[in-house]
């Protein structure tokens, strides 16, 4: 697979809550950054992380509205959308996926802004 097939695939294993299948893409020492947040690394802690996040979500939908493949360089401009109970919250991001020569993912950087996460869920849930 190309890095940016293999990229397609790794969210598509998100969209359907598949943490294995997702994990299965990624190295041992991938280091993911939600940035504005700390790097998280390590493949146990990114699946406990994405567990941790996805499971009071019912559905998961990313849209990728562009994307750029350089080298073994994905990047692309994505609308994250997760649904909770009381409705969706929505992310713009802008994600940076660096592919080892293994095809595994070894950098999943996203840019969002915090204020807007931390107001939307907010409004969902009333906190």
């Given at each position: 697979m190309s890095p940016e097939e293999i990229v397609n695939a790794f969210i598509a294993a998100i969209e359907a809550k598949d943490i294995d299948t997702a994990m299965s893409m990624v190295s041992e020492t991938i280091s993911y950054e939600n940035v504005p947040m700390a790097p998280i690394s390590g493949r146990e802690n990114v699946a406990a992380?994405?567990?941790?996040?996805?499971?009071?979500?019912?559905?998961?939908?990313?849209?990728?509205?562009?994307?750029?493949?350089?080298?073994?360089?994905?990047?692309?401009?994505?609308?994250?959308?997760?649904?909770?109970?009381?409705?969706?919250?929505?992310?713009?991001?802008?994600?940076?996926?660096?592919?080892?020569?293994?095809?595994?993912?070894?950098?999943?950087?996203?840019?969002?802004?915090?204020?807007?996460y931390v107001r939307r869920m907010a409004e969902l849930t009333g906190e």
């Open positions: 992380t994405l567990d941790a996040f996805l499971t009071p979500v019912s559905n998961i939908d990313w849209q990728i509205l562009n994307q750029w493949a350089i080298g073994r360089t994905v990047i692309n401009e994505r609308l994250d959308r997760f649904q909770f109970d009381n409705g969706w919250l929505e992310m713009p991001v802008a994600g940076i996926f660096e592919i080892d020569d293994n095809d595994q993912i070894v950098l999943w950087r996203d840019y969002f802004d915090l204020n807007t």
